[in-house]
């Protein structure tokens, strides 16, 4: 009578990659950063024209990190830093 004979192999488990607490608080503050930057350029008639490059390059760089749940909170820093810059100058740079 034959015997049939069923062979399961373990997976190997997937390391997950860990990020330190003080990296990971340096990159927030990058970013908060980044979405303060502002390019300000001065019209013929004496206003403004600002545009939030910071928040553009931001979001092209949040976009390419691994786990979504930090690609999350680097997108919240970003907009809380884009609006407080609005009212609040930070960093600029005027053209």
């Known amino acids: 009578m034959p015997v049939d004979v069923c062979y399961t192999y373990a997976m190997p488990k997937r390391t997950q990659k860990v990020e330190k607490d003080g990296i990971y608080?340096?990159?927030?503050v990058l970013f908060f950063l980044m979405g303060a930057f502002w390019l300000?350029?001065?019209k013929e008639d004496g206003s403004y024209l600002s545009l939030p490059i910071g928040l553009v390059f931001g979001v092209?760089?949040?976009s390419h990190d691994h786990f979504q749940v930090d690609r999350k909170i680097e997108y919240a820093v970003l907009l809380i830093a884009t609006a407080l810059s609005?009212?609040?100058p930070i960093v600029?740079?005027?053209?």
């Open 25 to 28: 608080v340096l990159k927030l």
């Open 40 to 42: 300000r350029i001065a």
């Open 60 to 62: 092209v760089f949040a």
């Open 86 to 88: 609005a009212y609040i």
């Open 92 to 95: 600029g740079f005027w053209v």
